[in-house]
């Protein structure tokens, strides 16, 4: 089944500890992003990739690392987490301009 | 740059009625994707419809139809014989075909709609 997986759903943190959500994708897609979800706002881009070790900045790269040593995964790293980046996340994955396939979400809390 | 405006935070509508989502959008751009997501309280991101900016015929999918007008940058979203399983939050998106940071898709504010029995 095509899917992207990503992983905790949910997670609760404390501010300044280092945390990764993991992103996985099982399509062959060079595309992949980092959207975060915030009541009013929408979904806004974090990172992107366009390939292997091939990364750059969305519209909200504060505070955020990727990296994307394989085609497949596309972690996003916090390294010191703050309350502002409480928020739902989304990995989504595409074969170049076309629809987005997302993951399931992760709910991060920081306290 | 892009950006995509949806005016109505909160809609409801009675089961098998048929309501309209509306969804303006600004871009200097010609060649381009819209698409409306649906996201119930699973959390889940659903496609519910794409359009290709070069075709004028309006794209449809079951129950879900669009009213895709370019010149008005105006892309509103239908939904006949409304059924409780589409309470949702709707997102109208847009993508550029071209230059599009790794398939960047600019998002709406969303629109919660509620079906009511």
């Known amino acids: 089944e095509a899917q992207v997986t990503q992983n905790p759903r949910y997670l609760i943190t404390v501010t300044g500890k280092k945390l990764t959500v993991t992103c996985s994708q099982n399509m062959n897609h060079e595309y992949m992003s980092w959207y975060r979800q915030d009541p009013g706002l929408g979904l806004r881009q974090i990172y992107y990739?366009?390939?292997?070790?091939?990364?750059d900045k969305g519209d909200v790269p504060e505070g955020y690392k990727v990296s994307r040593k394989e085609k497949r995964n596309f972690p996003l790293i916090l390294e010191s987490p703050s309350p502002n980046q409480t928020s739902l996340y989304f990995c989504?994955?595409?074969?170049?301009?076309?629809?987005?396939?997302f993951g399931q979400g992760t709910r991060l809390t920081v306290v | 740059a892009q950006t995509v405006t949806q005016s109505q935070p909160e809609m409801s509508v009675q089961e098998a009625e048929t309501v309209t989502l509306s969804c303006t959008y600004d871009t200097s751009e010609n060649n381009y994707y819209l698409f409306w997501y649906k996201q119930p309280p699973s959390r889940q991101m659903i496609l519910v419809i794409r359009?290709?900016?070069?075709?004028?015929q309006n794209a449809t999918e079951n129950r879900f139809s669009v009213n895709f007008q370019k010149a008005a940058k105006s892309f509103s979203l239908k939904i006949s014989d409304s059924q409780l399983g589409d309470t949702a939050m709707y997102f109208c998106a847009f993508m550029n075909m071209i230059y599009n940071q790794g398939g960047k898709l600019i998002f709406g504010q969303g629109t919660e709609l509620s079906v009511k029995p």
């Open positions: 989504a994955s595409s074969p170049r301009a076309d629809k987005a396939f």
């Open positions: 359009q290709e900016a070069y075709k004028q």
């Open positions: 990739s366009m390939n292997v070790e091939v990364t």
